[in-house]
């Protein structure tokens, strides 16, 4: 009988303990980056044959996030994503700016901040309604890394709460050039992508948030990337905030 006590009232001190610690995770919010949906309910590893240029289904990384306060107008949001791979420069499947092998009028890299059609998991905090863009940039930082902007604004704010993990953008890869005749070398090298800044405004005087603190983990690996880039992931990519001002103005 003892001994049922003694682990009843461990047991209970560990749900106590646990509590306390989603309470303080929850205080502080986070941002996730995960595979396919968010958080805990999507993956963090990707794994891709490179065998096919079907470019469906795409690759999608799904970054959400919850607020430290309660934010009561957004009207806007930019987000910074580092990647690197595992060669001593980028690799040319991952290069998807004006000069990169993947890059525009087939960039094989978009963002969406649509989340009508799902996944459900996570609350859609821009029910639809934010416009924004992407932009990217190889050898940022050092010649086998690139950088990833998002940005998005709805015309009439929305309250965020600081219980909610919200969506906030889908980053979609899909698979053309991977192989045959103009293929892109290096599709099964490592990567690491980082999540590294996610900047929640207000119209100008109300303040703005800036989380970047992870949540359950604000990093994905690609062919197992974390095992075989020096330092690991997501060591390897340092942090570099971005305001809202410099990433806005890459769309003016």
Not at 10 to 24: F, I
Not at 112 to 120: E, L, Q, V
Not at 125 to 143: D, E, R
Not at 201 to 221: A, K, W
Request: overall charge neutral; charged content about 10%; some cysteine.
């Amino acid at each position: 009988m003892k001994r049922l006590l003694s682990l009843s009232k461990m047991l209970l001190a560990t749900a106590a303990m646990t509590a306390l610690v989603t309470s303080a995770v929850h205080a502080q919010g986070g941002i996730n980056l995960s595979w396919s949906d968010c958080g805990a309910a999507g993956t963090l590893q990707q794994n891709f044959a490179c065998n096919t240029n079907n470019a469906n289904p795409p690759h999608i990384m799904v970054g959400s996030a919850i607020a430290p306060d309660s934010i009561p107008a957004m009207v806007a949001m930019a987000a910074v994503l580092d990647l690197q791979t595992n060669q001593a420069a980028l690799t040319p499947w991952w290069n998807f700016d004006g000069t990169g092998c993947r890059a525009t009028p087939t960039s094989s890299m978009t963002g969406s901040f649509d989340f009508s059609g799902g996944p459900f998991t996570c609350n859609d905090i821009w029910g639809g309604v934010a416009s924004g863009g992407l932009n990217y940039q190889s050898g940022y930082g050092m010649p086998n890394r690139g950088r990833i902007r998002l940005v998005c604004a709805v015309a009439a704010p929305l309250a965020v709460d600081n219980v909610t993990e919200n969506y906030y953008f889908k980053v979609s890869f899909n698979n053309l050039k991977t192989t045959g005749t103009g293929a892109c070398a290096g599709c099964t090298d490592g990567a690491c992508i980082v999540f590294n800044s996610l900047e929640l405004d207000q119209n100008p005087g109300l303040g703005n948030t800036t989380i970047t603190n992870p949540l359950l983990h604000n990093y994905v690996l690609w062919q197992a990337g974390g095992g075989s880039i020096a330092g690991g992931c997501p060591q390897a990519v340092p942090t570099h905030n971005t305001t809202w001002g410099s990433v806005k103005s890459l769309y003016r």
